[in-house]
């Protein structure tokens, strides 16, 4: 459906103005279409973020810095969903021996078998975007690359 329709707006100020909407707009929608998956999982999209990234690191430990850097939502607070995800049993920490400030996290079995149980996301978002040809989503794609340079 047309942006014009969803929010009813027949005209923007500029093409400019529609596209910033029309991005806000979608990220939301995207957003309520991605909650849905985690109702039942009792994790935010946030924590699930932080999830796959330490599923990219495993075996390895990460420190909250990598963590923050890789995060999409670079508002999020990380410590605090480290928390929440330690108290779920998803993760563990451990200080590091070097250097007592530092912190070492790493996700465990549970949140490997979180994750695996919440794959089938990837090969949904084929369907999501399936009514746009591949050749338009990586032209999409480098789209947002250039916008965000």
Request: charged share 30%; hydrophobic share 35%.
């Amino acid at each position: 459906m047309k942006l014009e329709d969803e929010i009813q707006q027949k005209t923007f100020k500029s093409p400019h103005q529609k596209l910033a909407i029309n991005l806000i707009y979608t990220v939301h929608w995207l957003d309520a279409h991605y909650s849905a998956f985690f109702k039942n999982k009792d994790i935010t999209q946030q924590q699930y973020n932080v999830l796959r990234i330490l599923r990219g690191q495993h075996p390895n430990y990460c420190n909250l810095k990598l963590i923050k850097e890789r995060m999409l939502d670079r508002m999020s607070d990380a410590s605090r969903i480290i928390d929440k995800l330690l108290a779920k049993g998803y993760v563990e920490r451990k200080s590091c021996p070097n250097d007592r400030r530092q912190v070492h996290i790493i996700i465990t079995e549970k949140g490997l078998e979180l994750l695996k149980s919440l794959d089938f996301i990837d090969e949904n978002m084929k369907d999501v975007f399936g009514a746009l040809p591949v050749k338009d989503v990586e032209k999409l794609n480098d789209l947002l690359d250039q916008l965000r340079k």
